[in-house]
């Protein structure tokens, strides 16, 4: 016990805030831009860049990529009880693809057969985040480096894109593994594959197999081609970091950050049901960040509950790292997207990488690689890599209570020590005490397992994502041993299972009611705390998966 405290000073060292960006900044356009709240985390096992982040309820994971040397690396690294765990994978993957299965699964593929970014590979796997594990399900029927991928509705994948040989689409599913598909000539690098309709599927990008412009060439799933001069106009970049669902606002729209026209201004495109044009803001992503070097706007991650979208900017001369949040909600309505700036910076800059979106307006940058900054453009140093890992908060996400999370998780642990014998010590109490047949406010016990019922079914308790049985005894006036005693001896069920048949129930209707919304959507208004959870809730509830009953 007396290693204790120096467990938990070591950690909270490690997990201690490095500065902010400090207070808000007029730059020299005069933008204002507000500060980020910067936490360091515990640095990754390996270093690492180019690789795919991943979100699992509150597990991160990062798979792939390539290590110092530019040298692919076969190995995933999860980040669990505040610490980061290594995975061993089957393949390197590094410019490979990704897709998010049906059942929360991540399907992996591709990418560039040697160090530096030379050739292709054909290799594939599947992760699975319940077990941290990989396994195979084959191989593609053609080498690809610069893929990319959709999972579709019916629970296939569609597969496109490779770096300087030949093209075409690809499919995968469970029951017929990858089969081939029309040729694309020419073809496509790391291009967006995009759902336009139930019944069509476009694919667009900034270059082609050889690193060509396109000029305003679409492709569609059934091998139509057209062109459009909107779109010949627009520079997208490489679609790497992040999947489709994840800048998705409603079903069939999207939104991208671009670099648009002559001048290449950054804007946000918005592609509805295979239609491009430019999201009305009300004020422009900047050009230049709070510094007044250029800022190179990357990626766009969605907050669909909350209806904002979220654009991250690079400052190479810097390393700064800028957030647009953008509250596109009043689109809807014809009115403009209202638009907030935020920064972070340290001296030395951060790594080159995606920040994924977490819960209440949080982003983790674990990972990634120098950058060139001597260079006119976003270039990246792929030779260097790091172990850096990153919590940014917004200022909504410290409205929500969430900043510092990492270190409460080691105060609650030694808390958890500290309590343990006395709860040991209440339990071997307990075993003495005969079971009450009454409440203990004097109630019978199907009179409380009926307001049990009534409260958790009536004031949607099991909505909230945090639900614990000490709240719902505490709304009973009651201890939860009691509660917990109720549950199991009378209903035969524990609160865990009537907390997620109720949630079941609740998407069920959701579903009915709206056969529109998205699964996503479904599971956070349910209280699921994410897509995983809800999919196994889901089956283990009704016999079927979230897809098949809507089809039932």
């Excluded at 980020?36 to 991943?54: I, Q, S, W």
């Excluded at 396109?214 to 520079?235: A, K, M, S, V, W």
Aim: with cysteine; charged share 20%; proline share 7%.
């Amino acid at each position: 016990m007396h290693k204790i405290p120096l467990i938990f000073a070591a950690f909270v060292t490690a997990c201690s805030p490095v500065p902010d960006g400090g207070h808000a900044v007029t730059a020299p356009d005069g933008t204002v831009w507000q500060p980020l709240k910067v936490e360091r985390l515990p640095d990754l096992n390996a270093p690492r860049g180019n690789h795919r982040t991943f979100v699992f309820g509150d597990e991160v994971v990062l798979i792939g990529g390539h290590t110092d040397g530019f040298k692919p690396i076969e190995t995933a690294e999860y980040f669990s009880g505040g610490a980061w765990h290594t995975v061993p994978m089957l393949y390197p993957h590094m410019n490979g693809f990704a897709a998010r299965l049906q059942d929360g699964r991540i399907l992996i593929g591709g990418g560039s057969g040697e160090a530096f970014g030379i050739g292709q590979s054909w290799g594939t796997e599947i992760y699975d985040p319940a077990s941290h594990s990989f396994t195979s399900p084959g191989i593609m029927t053609a080498k690809r480096a610069m893929p990319s991928a959709l999972a579709l509705a019916d629970g296939r994948v569609l597969i496109a894109g490779n770096w300087h040989t030949e093209d075409s689409f690809e499919t995968w599913s469970p029951e017929s593994g990858f089969v081939p598909g029309e040729a694309l000539d020419p073809g496509w690098a790391e291009p967006f594959i995009l759902p336009a309709s139930p019944d069509d599927v476009i694919i667009f990008g900034e270059w082609d197999t050889f690193g060509n412009r396109p000029g305003g060439r679409i492709d569609h799933i059934g091998g139509q081609t057209e062109f459009d001069p909107f779109l010949d106009n627009c520079y997208p970049g490489a679609n790497y970091s992040a999947l489709p669902e994840e800048f998705q606002i409603t079903d069939y729209t999207y939104l991208l950050p671009i670099r648009y026209g002559a001048e290449r201004s950054p804007v946000i495109l918005k592609v509805d049901r295979g239609r491009f044009s430019l999201l009305e803001t009300d004020r422009p992503l900047p050009e230049a960040g709070p510094d007044g070097n250029p800022v190179y706007w990357q990626h766009i991650q969605v907050d669909r509950p909350s209806r904002i979208a979220w654009a991250e900017g690079f400052v190479p001369q810097t390393g700064t790292i800028c957030l647009a949040r953008v509250a596109y909600d009043a689109t809807f309505d014809g009115n403009p997207a209202s638009v907030t700036l935020y920064y972070a910076g340290r001296a030395g800059g951060f790594p080159l990488n995606c920040a994924k979106l977490l819960p209440g307006g949080r982003f983790i940058l674990a990972g990634g690689t120098g950058w060139k900054t001597d260079s006119p453009a976003l270039v990246g140093d792929f030779f260097t890599t790091f172990t850096a890992a990153y919590m940014f908060h917004t200022e909504q996400g410290r409205d929500a209570g969430v900043a510092g999370w990492i270190p409460m998780i080691a105060i609650l642990a030694v808390t958890g020590c500290a309590i343990l014998a006395a709860v040991m010590w209440k339990r071997r109490r307990m075993r003495m005490v005969p079971v009450a047949t009454d409440a203990p406010d004097g109630l019978p016990r199907q009179n409380l397992l009926d307001q049990i019922s009534a409260l958790v079914e009536e004031k949607e308790l099991y909505r909230r994502k945090d639900l614990r049985i000490t709240d719902l005894a505490a709304e009973l006036a009651t201890n939860k041993t009691y509660v917990s005693m109720l549950l199991n001896n009378i209903s035969g069920e524990s609160f865990t299972t009537m907390i997620a048949r109720c949630r079941v129930q609740y998407a069920q209707k959701l579903m009915k009611d709206n056969p529109e919304m998205m699964l996503d959507d479904v599971a956070d208004q349910s209280g699921f705390s994410s897509y995983v959870t809800f999919y196994r809730n889901f089956k283990a509830v009704t016999g079927m998966t979230p897809q098949e009953w809507k089809k039932h």
